[in-house]
């Protein structure tokens, strides 16, 4: 199989994904529709960890170590940091929300989730730490036994967060599939070799189901949790399905803008929820997130073209 339409439709694949968590959001908080993809749409941050794994990859088959990192950091922390603190000051002055010195610090070095359960930007937390990872995650796609040995141990470390009672950690170990899967898609594209990816997903499957046996025996664990062993072969279909997308400005535009979108939605949404009327809802935040975020990253692009210049 070719999948070398799937680098050329990662700006997509991204914008997808953004939709798809968007509409789970919308569905999670306020109710907006019903129905089981939207439910589901929190599949979406499958399909951005796929990309992510398949842009990361790419990186570092061009790029030295320490050039790879600086690149990613560029990406996310800048961003991140100015809408964090941005956001703060937004919630204690709209929503009279006050935090900590030391929750103000966890917040911003990004890595509130893994040590105090923070679920708003957990997608960020767990990116993070998969950036630090992934040259040693990687040398594993090199080699298929290590590569199965390490997708199958993945699938043990739920049942130790269960009883370790740290389940909140699952959104993250299962979610480290698809990231690896996203390097996996690369390697066969660049190295132009083949693994069969279908026969790896099969693979998964099968595993995953013989561990979400095991995960339901293991009392009080979160059962909802067990659809994460699907997540990334249901991902790949929607992959799949982009190809024979025509036009995709849409999903181009949200795959662009997907972090800057992806930070400022749900405090958007906190902001506005006094209105009660859910058309109203859903288009007025849809329009201050997708103008806010063009105008984050405009001022993002310049204050690196200041710096660059030397203006900063």
């Known amino acids: 199989m070719n999948y070398s339409f799937i680098s050329i439709k990662r700006q997509s694949i991204m914008g997808i994904g953004m939709l798809l968590v968007l509409a789970?959001?919308?569905?999670?908080?306020?109710?907006?529709?019903?129905?089981?993809?939207i439910i589901r749409g929190d599949i979406g941050v499958d399909l951005f960890l796929i990309a992510?794994?398949?842009?990361?990859?790419?990186?570092?088959?061009?790029?030295?170590?320490?050039?790879?990192?600086?690149?990613?950091l560029k990406r996310i922390y800048p961003t991140f940091i100015l809408l964090t603190?941005?956001?703060?000051?937004?919630?204690?002055?709209?929503?009279?929300?006050?935090l900590s010195v030391n929750q103000w610090l966890l917040k911003i070095s990004g890595l509130s989730y893994f040590i105090s359960g923070d679920l708003s930007t957990w997608y960020i937390s767990a990116i993070l730490v998969l950036y630090l990872?992934?040259?040693?995650?990687?040398?594993?796609?090199e080699n298929l036994y290590l590569l199965y040995g390490l997708l199958f141990i993945v699938y043990l470390f739920p049942c130790v967060a269960?009883?370790?009672?740290?389940?909140?950690l699952n959104i993250f170990i299962f979610r480290m599939i698809s990231f690896i899967l996203g390097a996996v898609i690369a390697y066969n594209i660049l190295r132009k070799k083949e693994i069969n990816i279908v026969v790896l997903l099969v693979s998964l499957i099968i595993w995953g189901g013989v561990m979400a046996c095991g995960y339901i025996n293991i009392v009080d664990y979160p059962r909802n949790q067990i659809r994460y062993?699907?997540?990334?072969?249901?991902?790949?279909?929607?992959?799949?399905?982009?190809?024979?997308?025509?036009?995709d400005r849409i999903l181009g535009f949200m795959g662009k803008y997907s972090l800057e979108i992806y930070l400022i939605h749900q405090p958007v949404f906190?902001?506005?929820?006094?209105?009660?009327?859910?058309?109203?809802?859903?288009?007025?935040?849809?329009?201050?997130?997708?103008?806010?975020?063009?105008?984050?990253?405009?001022i993002i692009n310049k204050l690196y073209d200041w710096t660059a210049s030397g203006k900063i």
């Open 24 to 37: 789970y959001h919308y569905m999670l908080h306020y109710g907006v529709y019903h129905s089981p993809l």
């Open 52 to 72: 992510s794994g398949l842009g990361c990859f790419y990186s570092l088959s061009s790029k030295t170590i320490k050039d790879y990192f600086k690149a990613r």
């Open 85 to 98: 603190i941005l956001f703060i000051f937004l919630d204690g002055i709209i929503l009279d929300s006050h």
């Open 133 to 141: 990872f992934s040259p040693l995650l990687f040398a594993f796609v």
């Open 162 to 168: 269960a009883l370790c009672d740290i389940s909140y």
């Open 229 to 247: 062993v699907f997540y990334p072969l249901i991902a790949f279909g929607l992959i799949y399905g982009i190809k024979y997308i025509k036009s």
């Open 270 to 298: 906190r902001y506005l929820s006094f209105i009660e009327n859910k058309f109203y809802f859903v288009a007025l935040t849809l329009i201050v997130t997708c103008s806010f975020a063009m105008l984050v990253k405009i």
